[in-house]
């Protein structure tokens, strides 16, 4: 009789039940030989052949509770005892053993019918056996299928809860991993648009200042100034690292701005934000013009973020991403029509697509120097709002 996978402790409860109802045959079968009773041969008998088929369908493999062929060797075993009872009242107390065994492989609509049948079975062989009347002799068997009921019930109500403890651990085990690798991922990327914003800001623009300064230097030496041909090679050495710091920002730039532009980026998002239950359109106005990477990455992270959200709180239809170019500054609009929220609701958490939360893109904003506006109201949809000013030597970095 095979069963689940059960703590240990079952399987010591199980051996017991077997040795339990083994004891009580055997104890049968040497009462009657000991106590002379009519039949004690066939007491032992019949003693005998019923432990023989408890032993074989324990040890069976095709015996599983709620199976036929768990209720087949259950009958086997009930007319077994039936015929036992009628041979000797010994056999009373075998009756303890078969609740736990009816309990446990019939379902519990059949398995109580079951043991009420098995009880007043223990309580008619007292009968039929002349045996005193008493309120022992109903108490007797009534309380021990109370018993056995009441164990087998909350066994299986504790096994149950433990089962979905264990789920839970799997899950929370399995979560925590997902977690950690999130923000391994989140850290290498902020990482990497730090590193690029750092060399863009830095190293590149330094060397783009110096190659304007010799280029002027180039220009007002005369021709056959001696440190015409040094300035010369000056510059083409600041040239040449100033591409080499600009691939070196274009390979830590995010994959969706490495493969295009910012508004060929926002329209990927937005086609692949789009499911059947949300439509995303993205919008642009203006005359695009080239923004230095932390303003890009900035722009696509705030959209990406403030979409997200949408997707897992607002529970909206329709929302528009919009990229404004201004004269002097650059803006992205966010909007959906979702449930929106209270504004002095606590702020919304990190998203999957990145890790940035209301939070993190306002100080996004202002270390670029913009600012980020929030509009929501409960059942009014939510407007997300970034704007970034234009570098003021815009120009003078673009001719670099």
Known sequence: METRVHPPVAAALRMC??????????????????????????????????????????????????????????????VLWAALLVLSPDAL???????????????????????????CAAIASFVLHGQAVTPGTFIGP??????AVATVLGYEALFRESERRRELIEELVATRAELAEAERTAG??????????????????????IQLLLRAAERALPEDAPAAAHVHRAREAAQDNLAEARRFVRALTPPDLANG?????????????????????????GTPVELPTPYEVALLRTAQSALANTVRHAAAGRAEITLSFMDTSVSLDVVDDGRGFAQDAPAVGATESGGF?????????????????????PGQGTAVALTLPLPVDRAGREAA
């Open 142 to 147: 009534l309380l021990g299928a109370a018993v």
């Open 261 to 285: 532009s910012l508004t060929a980026a926002l329209e990927r998002l937005s086609a692949r934000s789009t499911t059947p239950t949300l439509t995303v359109r993205f919008a642009a106005s």
């Open 17 to 78: 039940l077997h040795g339990l109802l083994l004891g009580l045959l055997a104890l049968a079968a040497v009462k009657a030989v000991a106590d002379g009773g009519r039949h004690p041969g066939a007491v032992t008998a019949v003693a005998g052949v019923l432990a023989a088929v408890y032993a074989a369908g324990a040890a069976a493999r095709f015996v599983q509770p709620g199976t036929r062929a768990g209720a087949g060797w259950l009958a086997a075993l009930g």
């Open 357 to 377: 939360g209301l939070p993190a893109m306002r100080s996004r904003a202002r270390s670029l120097g913009g600012t980020l506006s929030v509009e929501s109201a």
């Open 188 to 209: 290498t990327l902020a990482e990497r648009e730090r590193l690029a914003r750092e060399i863009h800001d830095t190293l590149a623009q330094g060397l783009s200042s």
């Open 93 to 119: 107390w075998v009756a303890f053993p078969l609740y736990f065994l009816q309990l446990h492989l019939l379902p519990t609509r059949w398995g109580l019918p079951a043991v009420a049948v098995t009880a």
